[in-house]
């Protein structure tokens, strides 16, 4: 039999058939996929065949279908361990916020880079305008132009004034989507608002760290009454890179990789070579110094140091 997973609490996954049956299965001793290092070797998303092993809808998974693509972090950024967020998706919606809690351009960058590394589009939501003041109101102003002009689409959003969910509604709408973001950005609740049936969990954040309590302690697959599908997973604190090499990561920045192939070298990695383009670009507002010092960010993080050896292609 094939499936869909759609749940996964660690031991147990939950797979969906074509014909709308749910199994209940175990993966089969030993299971490793070649050329991933994992701590989960099936995501919610993969196809898998199974058999079952009784009577009470258990199975066990047999094997995975090749994935169109996937979306992998590493937990911290000197760990060697990955893991695997969802598999065979459509779009990866990043939800993000200014304030109670902030997000960084880092974190959404990180997850940008890591998508466009397996041709995903990437929408950013940037949610809660209605605690925006004029200084987060200006932000937001210049981040929907930096990712705009990037190339993604960018939405501001507020669930508790429903401003804007017509637009996501329309933008996941018969897609299979992975929605992720930091604990507190208020995934569930625009979920919710969107799709009112699932009635996910939610929680306040703590105003005494202004951060995010997890309310998803799981990835899980639901579907849409209007078309599509999402996964909803676990905030993220953190997003590490892994399965790159380090001479690749400009080819992830749309803006840069507009101009890399005009430098002087081959081997440019945009930093001090003299005949850059993308500096060029930088120096003309043509590219975005931020996301550009993040791109820097990346490409001195301990991560190429310790475990570039483990991952190049």
Sequence with gaps: MEGTVIKSTGSWLSVLTE?????????????RIKGIKSTNPVAVGDIVGFELIDSENTGLIQSILPRNNYIIRKSTKLSKVSHIIAANIDQVCIIATLIQPRTSTGFIDRILVTAEAYHIPGVIIFNKTDLHKDKQTEQLNKLEKIYSDAGYTVIATSVKKAENLDRVKAILKNKKTLITGHSGVGKSAMVNAIEPRLNLKTREISYTHNKGM????????????FGGSIIDTPGIKEFGL????????????PEMRKYMHQCRFNNC??????????ITAIENGN?????????LNILTDDYWEKTEKDFRL
């Design 269 to 278: 990695t945009h930093v001090h070579e003299p005949g850059c383009a993308v």
């Design 242 to 253: 892994t399965d790159f090499s380090r001479d690749e990561i400009a080819e992830r920045f």
């Design 287 to 295: 590219v975005s110094l931020s996301r550009y010092e993040n791109y």
């Design 19 to 31: 014909k709308g049956e749910t199994f209940h299965c175990k993966l089969k001793g030993n299971f």
């Design 214 to 225: 997890h309310t998803t302690t799981f990835a899980e697959m639901f579907g849409l009454s």
